[in-house]
């Protein structure tokens, strides 16, 4: 049984990238000949992973996009596609916690119905309701910590009793007394550079899922210097997938994700020059 973990730096290394793609097939915005189709959301799909996963090192369905319009057993379909045709593993972006019982549910239905590799959770039930997620061992367990959107900050930038903020305290329980399988990770958004240096000056080397590129604007250079000195998984999901509507949606996608890999592993490059000099 391969490790997440594991599975994430094969992929960086085959395919010289930290870019994840995430799959958010959104009806209003997928090709039209795609729309009447009774597959059309596992045929959109297929489309951009055949196109781009040598580019990649995961891809990040979301699973409300499948949910809302019925397609639970097309993502199905599309995991399994994915696992059968490509060495990428699979992030559900569904950021499930809640009682331990429920928690139980919901991680059997990421990795034993869905298949998933990894999951993103939330932490604010505390460690009892992650428990069940944790005690997949090969998983990734991806818990929110500074999430990238414009109001995250209503909450995750509270100062407590302690003097840290609440992102920081999940930050620290995440490296430290979550972590007893190794296989936690954090979501930390590319849109707060600022928090993002902190996260990893608390986390150490610990790998970060770091959304808010592409559509939501966050700087790629500032996100790479924020985050050096540990693992990274950068997604960007609108910017790459709708870069084309029509009939050459995915050779579309695959040009916006060679570029967007690109731009990553410049930026990396930059610094990596900069610390050498």
Same mark, same amino acid.
């Given at each position: 049984?391969?490790?997440?973990?594991?599975? $994430?730096?094969?992929?960086? *290394?085959?395919?010289?990238?930290?870019?994840?793609?995430?799959?958010?097939?959104?009806?209003?915005?997928?090709?039209?000949?795609?729309?009447?189709?009774?597959?059309?959301?596992?045929? =959109?799909?297929?489309?951009?992973?055949?196109?781009?996963?040598?580019?990649?090192?995961? =891809? *990040?369905?979301?699973?409300?996009?499948?949910?809302?319009? @019925?397609? %639970?057993?097309?993502?199905?379909?599309?995991?399994?596609?994915?696992?059968?045709?490509?060495?990428?593993?699979?992030?559900?972006?569904? *950021?499930?916690?809640?009682?331990?019982?429920?928690?139980?549910?919901? @991680?059997?239905?990421?990795?034993?119905?869905?298949?998933?590799?990894?999951?993103?959770?939330?932490?604010?039930?505390?460690?009892?309701?992650?428990?069940?997620?944790?005690?997949?061992?090969? *998983?990734?367990?991806?818990?929110?910590?500074?999430?990238?959107?414009?109001?995250?900050? %209503?909450?995750?930038?509270?100062?407590?009793?302690?003097? %840290?903020?609440?992102?920081? $305290? $999940?930050?620290?329980?995440?490296?430290?007394?979550?972590?007893?399988?190794?296989?936690?990770?954090?979501?930390?958004?590319?849109?707060?550079?600022?928090?993002?240096?902190?996260?990893?000056?608390? $986390?150490?080397?610990?790998?970060?899922?770091?959304?808010?590129? /592409?559509?939501? /604007?966050?700087?790629?250079? @500032?996100?790479?210097?924020?985050?050096?000195?540990? /693992?990274?998984?950068?997604?960007?999901?609108?910017?790459?997938?709708?870069?084309?509507?029509?009939?050459? =949606?995915?050779?579309?996608?695959?040009?916006?994700?060679?570029?967007?890999?690109?731009?990553?592993?410049?930026?990396?490059?930059?610094?990596?020059?900069?610390?050498?000099?």
């Amino acid at each position: 049984m391969v490790d997440f973990l594991d599975s $994430v730096m094969a992929a960086e *290394k085959n395919n010289k990238s930290f870019l994840c793609v995430g799959l958010d097939p959104d009806p209003a915005h997928m090709p039209a000949h795609l729309a009447g189709e009774p597959d059309g959301v596992f045929q =959109f799909c297929r489309g951009i992973v055949d196109a781009t996963h040598d580019l990649v090192l995961a =891809f *990040k369905p979301q699973i409300a996009f499948f949910a809302a319009q @019925a397609a %639970e057993g097309q993502l199905r379909r599309l995991i399994e596609y994915i696992h059968a045709n490509t060495e990428i593993p699979v992030i559900l972006d569904a *950021k499930r916690a809640d009682v331990t019982s429920t928690s139980t549910m919901y @991680a059997r239905e990421a990795f034993e119905v869905y298949g998933a590799d990894a999951l993103t959770v939330n932490p604010y039930f505390g460690l009892d309701s992650l428990q069940p997620f944790l005690d997949y061992q090969d *998983k990734g367990i991806i818990i929110l910590c500074r999430t990238s959107n414009p109001g995250g900050g %209503e909450i995750q930038n509270l100062v407590t009793e302690s003097g %840290e903020t609440v992102y920081e $305290v $999940v930050a620290r329980k995440a490296a430290g007394e979550w972590n007893g399988n190794g296989n936690v990770l954090l979501v930390t958004g590319a849109t707060h550079p600022g928090e993002l240096r902190r996260i990893r000056d608390i $986390v150490g080397a610990m790998t970060l899922l770091i959304p808010g590129i /592409g559509a939501q /604007g966050g700087d790629v250079a @500032a996100m790479i210097e924020a985050a050096r000195g540990g /693992g990274v998984i950068v997604s960007s999901s609108r910017a790459v997938i709708y870069a084309g509507a029509d009939r050459d =949606f995915a050779q579309a996608a695959r040009a916006a994700a060679t570029e967007t890999r690109n731009s990553i592993n410049d930026a990396l490059y930059a610094i990596c020059n900069d610390i050498r000099s």
